[in-house]
Nanobody
């Protein structure tokens, strides 16, 4: 089973930046498409970004496009999310997730999940 551990969350003022990282336990990490999702209190888990197994294809939610960048380093079994120009509405628990195949945008299509890391942007 692919185990994922997120880190890098914190409290950042609006306009600031954070870089989230997710480390995978399996050395077959390069077989997995990866995604970042987030969930705010009382809200559904929503898609943020995803990346194909070789990093060639990336996808972003409209709400973060131009501000967030997803990347991966298969040699280090990591996927990252660089978040710039943060807004209060970005406040959520951020989860990394993995799946076999394409980098889809729906949370239910991902079989493996980290425990999440909190990102807080005060208004």
């Amino acid at each position: 089973q692919l185990q994922l551990v997120e880190s890098g969350g914190g409290l950042v003022q609006a306009g600031g930046s954070l870089r989230l990282s997710c480390v995978a336990s399996e050395h077959t990490f390069s077989n997995y498409a990866m995604g970042w999702f987030r969930q705010a209190p009382g809200k559904e888990r929503e898609f943020v970004a995803s990346i194909s197994i070789n990093g060639e294809m990336t996808y972003y939610a409209d709400s973060v496009k131009g501000r967030f960048t997803i990347s991966r380093d298969n040699a280090e079994n990591t996927v990252s999310l660089q978040m710039n120009s943060l807004k209060p509405e970005d406040t959520a628990v951020y989860y990394c997730a993995g799946r076999w195949g394409f980098a889809l945008k729906t949370a239910t299509s991902y079989a493996y999940w980290g425990q999440g890391t909190q990102v807080t942007v005060p208004s």
